[in-house]
């Protein structure tokens, strides 16, 4: 277990959650399930969203990241299908930096950026650097929750508001 | 639309003195702080409405309690609208990733609960900004700041009015859409009307008033190529007009006319990205390969050379086609040598090549 990283979820069994991927297809697509970390400074945001997975079908787990720094580490332990990554971490932080190196070294783990002010370059660059989505924090929540089944199937998504 | 009691001194040199800066770097800072404000409501907001999901999702709640859920979630949904509101205050229009077009009906939506709040509480807000007017092309900011600039030199004007009016219309007149804005405050007299866009001219006190809103507003109209005026007729209160250039891309009837674009990019990021930029431009996406030609292609370097070697069923390409090809610097220009492309690494230039 890693410092880092506390799972909260509906399974107890981790072995339940653990399923290999095949030929490019994540592990959510393979089991039909899927599991979400969740790397951002707002604990409001964080448990919130949490209560609001565990009403989806198929959500199986949750994963919240307490050392940014540390944020690519947990994610390789854990391979959550997808990770929401806030840009605009605290401390200085670089989520780019963070977005680099989820992409390097978690590539079955799909990254959608989160931000509350999103900027039209900002959308370009994140998903050339390799996120598979960009959601805006003015969006309703459910289309923040479509973005994120959205891309547990393998689609890219951009969620602005109008 | 500001009040005519102090006209400025017009010997008086046009550069700034010591209190205007003083009065520009509070401005700054209330720009600063409306932007922080818009970001922290928007991290409280998502949270409300995700909590909001679960409990209506309980099978167990009550009517009545079903009905207050509703009741709180439309009431966060205007303070997500406020937030947006408060962002396109603090943007920079200037800045290359901020949107250069605006859609008018969303654009009011955002913008309306911050002009209500800038009036007098009594204020009779009179508003026609119908959804199907075309898109114009000013940033969204701009349109939002110059706005309220002009909703806040209403308020001062109406101070004194037992029934302040505020009216705002939108129609389209040719190539070209106007907001008229207008007050029923106490007006300008002659003098005023001529010098009101003229940098750092106010007819407040010095420590009150920058000078620069409405130059500022006029600047930033004219850089989009459009316009702020001020109507010389009206006679009760003020009125201005924000001349807009409708976005060039812009269907003059919804749905219809608007220019279009067929994809061949194989990647679902890279996809995403081009159909924002293409939407933000007004293209309308074409799924099929059948007649008539689309008026931009866009694929991958070895597609866009398959389709024009070879056009048969995948696509059909028409003498204004406009071929773009996304790819690499290492490799796309070898592959396509007379065809303009974008690097796959930065998309957002790919609006330059939309136009």
């Not at chain 1, 854990?78 to 977005?99: F, Q, T």
């Not at chain 2, 099978?59 to 396109?88: E, F, V, Y």
């Not at chain 2, 939108?170 to 007299?189: C, F, K, L, P």
């Amino acid at each position: 277990m890693l410092a880092t990283c506390r799972r909260s979820g509906t399974f107890s069994d981790e072995g339940q959650r653990t399923v290999k991927t095949v030929s490019g297809a994540s592990a959510a697509e393979t089991a039909g399930s899927f599991t979400v970390m969740c790397i951002d400074d707002n604990e409001l945001l964080i448990d919130a969203l949490e209560r609001r997975l565990e009403i989806e079908t198929g959500f199986a787990a949750f994963y919240r990241v307490d050392d940014f720094r540390r944020a690519a580490e947990a994610a390789q332990e854990r391979k959550p299908s997808v990770v929401l990554l806030d840009i605009d971490l605290p401390g200085g932080v670089d989520a780019m930096a963070i977005l680099d190196e989820l992409v390097a070294r978690t590539p079955e783990s799909r990254v959608v950026i989160l931000t509350a002010f999103p900027g039209g370059a900002l959308v370009s660059r994140a998903m050339s650097a390799g996120a598979w989505g960009f959601v805006s924090k003015g969006v309703a929540s459910d289309r923040l929750i479509d973005a994120i089944r959205l891309v547990v199937r393998g689609e890219a998504v951009i969620e602005l508001e109008d | 639309m500001p009040d005519p009691i102090r006209p400025t001194d017009s010997t008086e040199s046009s550069a700034p003195h010591e209190h205007e800066l003083h009065a520009l770097h509070r401005l700054a800072m209330v720009g600063t702080l409306a932007g922080g404000l818009g970001h922290d409501l928007r991290n409280i907001v998502m949270p409300v409405l995700l909590r909001l999901d679960v409990l209506g999702a309980s099978p167990t709640i009550p009517p009545a309690a079903r009905a207050d859920i509703d009741a709180i979630r439309q009431s966060m949904l205007h303070l997500q609208r406020l937030a947006g509101g408060l962002r396109l205050l603090s943007s920079d229009p200037r800045e290359r990733s901020e949107i250069q077009y605006t859609r008018l009906g969303p654009w009011w939506d955002e913008v309306c609960p911050l002009v209500v709040d800038a009036l007098p509480a009594n204020t009779v807000l009179e508003q026609d900004v119908d959804a199907s007017l075309p898109d114009v092309a000013v940033p969204p900011s701009a349109l939002a700041q110059v706005i309220m600039n002009l909703a806040m030199n209403a308020s001062r004007a109406m101070q004194e009015v037992a029934r302040p009016a505020f009216r705002v219309t939108a129609h389209q007149a040719g190539a070209q859409v106007r907001i008229d804005v207008s007050d029923n405050g106490v007006g300008m007299d002659a003098e005023t009307r001529e010098r009101c866009f003229e940098p750092f001219f106010t007819t407040r006190p010095r420590e009150q008033s920058t000078g620069l809103g409405l130059s500022t507003g006029r600047a930033l109209l004219k850089s989009s190529n459009g316009d702020l005026l001020v109507d010389t007729q009206n006679v009760a209160g003020a009125t201005f007009v924000m001349v807009l250039p409708i976005h060039r891309s812009a269907p003059p009837v919804e749905g219809a006319g608007s220019r279009t674009v067929r994809f061949l990019v194989r990647d679902p990021r890279q996809l995403a990205v081009l159909r924002l930029v293409a939407r933000q431009r007004g293209l309308r996406e074409r799924s099929d390969g059948g007649p008539p030609p689309p008026d931009f292609i866009i694929g991958d370097a070895l597609a866009l050379a398959q389709l024009r070697d070879a056009p048969g069923p995948g696509g059909v390409i028409g003498a204004s086609t406009q071929l773009i090809a996304v790819g690499s610097p290492d490799r796309t220009p070898g592959v396509l040598t007379d065809t303009p492309w974008v690097d796959a690494r930065d998309l957002s230039s790919i609006g330059d090549l939309l136009r």
